[in-house]
């Protein structure tokens, strides 16, 4: 159950919070991709589309439809976007005590685990993390780039 259910609202959750932020700084056409592999269906909410993939469990990435370069600044808040919204999850279930099965304690904890890994700056080959983009755009910023 963990691996289909949690594993992907998890990452659903991680790519809404980017989607959210995009759409806060007034980026439109956002698509949202969970899983890999062939296409199962997609569906439309509002101007989000969100296509699901046979190995839905595995990964999640947003894209938007913005012509030309995002300012730095930009990118660091939407970047930052996704693991806040895990963090903020996860705050909320403990708050209202939603921790009593085994079941909402791995999801909580596994939303504090992408959140916070996904916070920490590091970057592996081209692959730069949520946080390695924030720390990037705000040392930019402060460089006045």
């Not at 691996?3 to 759409?23: D, M």
């Not at 190995?55 to 806040?84: C, D, H, M």
């Not at 596994?110 to 916070?119: D, E, M, Q």
Request: hydrophobic share 45%; no cysteine.
């Amino acid at each position: 159950m963990f691996l289909f259910l949690s594993v992907p609202l998890t990452n659903l959750l991680h790519e809404v919070g980017h989607v959210s932020g995009a759409k806060f700084l007034g980026i439109k056409g956002s698509q949202i991709q969970l899983g890999t592999g062939p296409k199962l269906f997609h569906f439309h909410v509002k101007e989000t589309k969100v296509d699901v993939m046979l190995a839905y469990f595995i990964g999640a990435y947003s894209t938007n439809e913005y012509q030309g370069r995002l300012q730095e600044w930009k990118r660091g808040v939407i970047s930052l976007s996704g693991p806040i919204l895990n963090i903020i999850v996860v705050v909320i279930m403990t708050i209202l005590g939603l921790t009593e099965t085994t079941s909402l304690r791995l999801f909580i904890l596994f939303n504090l685990w992408v959140g916070g890994v996904n916070i920490i700056p590091f970057k592996i080959k081209e692959k730069e993390s949520d946080g390695y983009i924030f720390v990037k755009a705000l040392v930019n910023l402060v460089k006045g780039k």
